[in-house]
Protein backbone atom coordinates (compact mmCIF):
# COMPACT_ATOMS: atom_id res chain seq x y z
CA UNK A 1 0.00 0.00 0.00
CA UNK A 2 0.86 3.57 0.67
CA UNK A 3 3.01 3.24 3.97
CA UNK A 4 6.60 4.14 4.42
CA UNK A 5 8.60 2.16 7.06
CA UNK A 6 11.22 4.07 8.22
CA UNK A 7 13.65 3.09 10.56
CA UNK A 8 15.02 3.34 13.40
CA UNK A 9 12.99 5.90 14.48
CA UNK A 10 15.36 7.27 17.07
CA UNK A 11 19.40 7.14 17.63
CA UNK A 12 21.83 8.74 19.94
CA UNK A 13 24.95 8.73 18.71
CA UNK A 14 28.84 9.89 19.94
CA UNK A 15 29.93 12.45 17.61
CA UNK A 16 32.45 11.46 14.93
CA UNK A 17 29.96 8.22 14.45
CA UNK A 18 28.62 7.01 10.88
CA UNK A 19 24.97 6.88 10.83
CA UNK A 20 22.67 4.71 8.78
CA UNK A 21 19.09 5.11 8.11
CA UNK A 22 16.38 3.79 5.52
CA UNK A 23 12.73 3.49 4.37
CA UNK A 24 11.17 0.78 3.19
CA UNK A 25 7.59 0.31 0.84
CA UNK A 26 5.90 -2.74 0.49
CA UNK A 27 5.29 -1.33 -3.42
CA UNK A 28 7.77 -0.05 -6.16
CA UNK A 29 8.04 3.90 -7.06
CA UNK A 30 9.81 6.20 -9.41
CA UNK A 31 11.17 8.95 -6.61
CA UNK A 32 12.68 8.82 -3.19
CA UNK A 33 13.30 11.94 -1.15
CA UNK A 34 15.42 12.67 2.21
CA UNK A 35 14.79 15.82 4.39
CA UNK A 36 16.02 17.11 7.41
CA UNK A 37 13.70 19.25 10.19
CA UNK A 38 16.10 21.20 12.57
CA UNK A 39 14.36 21.81 15.79
CA UNK A 40 11.22 24.92 15.33
CA UNK A 41 12.15 25.12 11.43
CA UNK A 42 10.62 23.33 8.48
CA UNK A 43 11.89 20.58 6.51
CA UNK A 44 14.44 21.18 4.26
CA UNK A 45 15.33 18.68 1.16
CA UNK A 46 18.74 16.82 1.43
CA UNK A 47 18.81 14.62 -1.35
CA UNK A 48 16.72 13.55 -4.36
CA UNK A 49 16.73 10.24 -6.16
CA UNK A 50 15.17 9.34 -9.82
CA UNK A 51 16.66 5.65 -10.83
CA UNK A 52 17.10 3.11 -9.02
CA UNK A 53 20.52 2.07 -7.99
CA UNK A 54 21.36 5.48 -8.02
CA UNK A 55 23.83 6.38 -5.02
CA UNK A 56 24.05 10.37 -4.65
CA UNK A 57 25.91 12.42 -2.42
CA UNK A 58 25.81 15.40 -0.42
CA UNK A 59 28.65 16.32 1.39
CA UNK A 60 29.22 13.81 4.14
CA UNK A 61 25.62 12.95 3.44
CA UNK A 62 25.18 9.27 1.16
CA UNK A 63 22.17 8.32 -0.13
CA UNK A 64 20.68 5.27 -2.28
CA UNK A 65 17.59 3.76 -4.34
CA UNK A 66 17.75 0.62 -3.74
CA UNK A 67 17.48 -1.91 -6.64
CA UNK A 68 14.35 -3.42 -6.24
CA UNK A 69 12.49 0.13 -5.89
CA UNK A 70 10.85 -0.77 -2.23
CA UNK A 71 13.58 1.03 -0.77
CA UNK A 72 16.30 4.26 -0.22
CA UNK A 73 19.06 4.09 2.51
CA UNK A 74 20.42 7.70 4.11
CA UNK A 75 24.13 7.64 5.59
CA UNK A 76 25.98 10.62 7.53
CA UNK A 77 29.19 10.23 7.47
CA UNK A 78 31.63 11.39 10.89
CA UNK A 79 28.53 13.20 12.36
CA UNK A 80 28.57 16.48 13.98
CA UNK A 81 26.53 18.63 16.78
CA UNK A 82 24.38 20.38 13.72
CA UNK A 83 23.11 16.96 11.93
CA UNK A 84 20.89 16.37 15.37
CA UNK A 85 17.17 16.77 13.91
CA UNK A 86 14.54 14.69 12.21
CA UNK A 87 15.69 12.83 9.53
CA UNK A 88 12.13 11.73 6.69
CA UNK A 89 12.25 9.99 3.93
CA UNK A 90 9.47 10.62 1.10
CA UNK A 91 8.32 8.83 -1.80
CA UNK A 92 6.07 9.92 -5.21
CA UNK A 93 2.70 8.49 -5.56
CA UNK A 94 2.14 5.98 -8.11
CA UNK A 95 -0.08 6.94 -11.23
CA UNK A 96 -1.36 10.14 -11.88
CA UNK A 97 -1.19 11.63 -8.69
CA UNK A 98 3.37 11.77 -8.60
CA UNK A 99 3.47 15.60 -7.22
CA UNK A 100 1.87 14.32 -4.12
CA UNK A 101 4.73 12.63 -1.25
CA UNK A 102 3.84 10.35 1.23
CA UNK A 103 6.13 10.79 4.33
CA UNK A 104 8.02 8.27 6.40
CA UNK A 105 7.24 9.42 10.47
CA UNK A 106 10.98 10.32 10.31
CA UNK A 107 14.19 9.24 12.39
CA UNK A 108 15.39 11.18 15.17
CA UNK A 109 19.15 12.11 15.68
CA UNK A 110 20.77 13.40 18.53
CA UNK A 111 24.47 13.48 18.25
CA UNK A 112 26.55 13.84 21.89
CA UNK A 113 29.11 16.04 21.39
CA UNK B 1 14.55 35.49 -2.72
CA UNK B 2 12.35 34.21 0.54
CA UNK B 3 11.11 31.08 -0.25
CA UNK B 4 8.11 29.72 1.06
CA UNK B 5 6.85 32.13 4.05
CA UNK B 6 3.69 31.31 6.49
CA UNK B 7 1.62 33.72 8.82
CA UNK B 8 1.27 33.62 11.56
CA UNK B 9 4.36 31.69 13.25
CA UNK B 10 1.59 30.91 15.99
CA UNK B 11 -1.49 31.33 17.53
CA UNK B 12 -4.07 30.46 19.98
CA UNK B 13 -7.59 29.53 19.36
CA UNK B 14 -10.66 28.71 21.92
CA UNK B 15 -12.66 25.66 20.59
CA UNK B 16 -15.42 27.01 17.70
CA UNK B 17 -13.21 30.12 16.47
CA UNK B 18 -12.00 30.63 12.86
CA UNK B 19 -8.95 31.00 11.22
CA UNK B 20 -7.01 31.43 7.99
CA UNK B 21 -3.28 30.60 7.77
CA UNK B 22 -1.66 32.31 4.94
CA UNK B 23 0.96 31.00 2.66
CA UNK B 24 2.96 32.94 0.52
CA UNK B 25 5.77 31.56 -2.39
CA UNK B 26 8.03 33.51 -4.40
CA UNK B 27 9.47 30.67 -6.62
CA UNK B 28 6.77 30.85 -9.33
CA UNK B 29 5.85 26.98 -8.24
CA UNK B 30 2.51 25.67 -9.68
CA UNK B 31 2.26 23.13 -6.69
CA UNK B 32 1.68 24.32 -3.30
CA UNK B 33 0.41 22.22 -0.32
CA UNK B 34 -0.29 22.45 3.59
CA UNK B 35 0.62 19.66 6.21
CA UNK B 36 -0.08 18.82 9.70
CA UNK B 37 2.76 17.81 11.70
CA UNK B 38 1.85 15.56 15.00
CA UNK B 39 4.34 13.40 17.56
CA UNK B 40 4.87 10.08 16.37
CA UNK B 41 2.82 10.93 13.00
CA UNK B 42 5.22 12.60 10.89
CA UNK B 43 3.70 14.85 8.12
CA UNK B 44 0.00 14.45 6.61
CA UNK B 45 -0.84 16.17 3.67
CA UNK B 46 -4.40 18.31 4.04
CA UNK B 47 -5.12 20.00 0.99
CA UNK B 48 -3.06 20.21 -2.20
CA UNK B 49 -2.80 22.49 -5.21
CA UNK B 50 -1.97 21.94 -8.99
CA UNK B 51 -2.26 25.81 -9.75
CA UNK B 52 -4.17 28.74 -9.40
CA UNK B 53 -7.44 28.27 -8.77
CA UNK B 54 -7.47 25.04 -8.23
CA UNK B 55 -7.47 22.47 -4.86
CA UNK B 56 -8.07 18.99 -4.05
CA UNK B 57 -8.13 17.21 -0.91
CA UNK B 58 -4.96 15.39 0.70
CA UNK B 59 -4.78 12.49 3.54
CA UNK B 60 -6.57 14.17 6.16
CA UNK B 61 -8.94 17.34 4.62
CA UNK B 62 -11.58 17.11 7.33
CA UNK B 63 -12.24 20.38 9.72
CA UNK B 64 -10.03 22.45 6.98
CA UNK B 65 -10.89 24.44 3.71
CA UNK B 66 -8.56 26.24 1.17
CA UNK B 67 -7.93 28.69 -2.10
CA UNK B 68 -5.78 29.83 -4.18
CA UNK B 69 -6.88 32.40 -5.22
CA UNK B 70 -3.70 33.85 -6.42
CA UNK B 71 -0.13 31.47 -8.08
CA UNK B 72 1.79 32.54 -4.97
CA UNK B 73 -0.64 32.25 -2.09
CA UNK B 74 -2.56 29.46 -0.51
CA UNK B 75 -4.57 29.80 2.19
CA UNK B 76 -5.61 27.57 4.75
CA UNK B 77 -9.16 28.17 6.94
CA UNK B 78 -10.42 26.42 10.07
CA UNK B 79 -14.37 27.28 10.22
CA UNK B 80 -15.03 25.83 14.13
CA UNK B 81 -11.70 25.06 15.65
CA UNK B 82 -11.12 22.05 17.31
CA UNK B 83 -8.64 20.88 20.02
CA UNK B 84 -7.91 17.63 17.54
CA UNK B 85 -6.56 20.46 15.26
CA UNK B 86 -3.95 21.46 17.52
CA UNK B 87 -0.80 20.62 15.79
CA UNK B 88 2.26 22.57 13.43
CA UNK B 89 1.02 23.24 9.89
CA UNK B 90 3.28 23.42 7.42
CA UNK B 91 2.95 24.92 3.66
CA UNK B 92 5.23 23.79 0.82
CA UNK B 93 5.53 24.34 -2.73
CA UNK B 94 6.74 22.88 -5.62
CA UNK B 95 7.17 22.63 -9.71
CA UNK B 96 9.99 20.21 -10.66
CA UNK B 97 7.03 17.66 -9.48
CA UNK B 98 9.01 15.72 -6.93
CA UNK B 99 10.82 18.47 -4.86
CA UNK B 100 8.79 20.25 -1.98
CA UNK B 101 10.00 23.17 -0.34
CA UNK B 102 8.95 24.25 3.08
CA UNK B 103 7.83 26.91 5.03
CA UNK B 104 8.91 27.54 8.29
CA UNK B 105 5.62 26.56 10.10
CA UNK B 106 3.03 27.54 12.22
CA UNK B 107 2.25 26.34 15.67
CA UNK B 108 -1.55 26.25 16.41
CA UNK B 109 -3.24 25.26 19.66
CA UNK B 110 -6.67 25.13 20.61
CA UNK B 111 -8.05 25.38 23.65
Known amino acids: GQQLNQSPQSMFIQEGEDVSMNCTSS?????WLWYKQDPGEGPVLLIA?????ELTSNGRLTAQFGITRKDSFLNISASIPSDVGIYFC?????????????FGKGTLLTVNP | NAGVTQTPKFRVLKTGQSMTLLCAQD?????MYWYRQDPGMGLRLIHY???????AKGEVPDGYNVSRLKKQNFLLGLESAAPSQTSVYFC??????????FGPGTRLTVT
Open chain 2, 92 to 101: ASGDFPYEQY
Open chain 1, 27 to 31: SIFNT
Open chain 1, 49 to 53: LYKAG
Open chain 1, 90 to 102: ARTNSGGSNYKLT
Open chain 2, 27 to 31: MNHEY
Open chain 2, 49 to 55: SVGEGTT
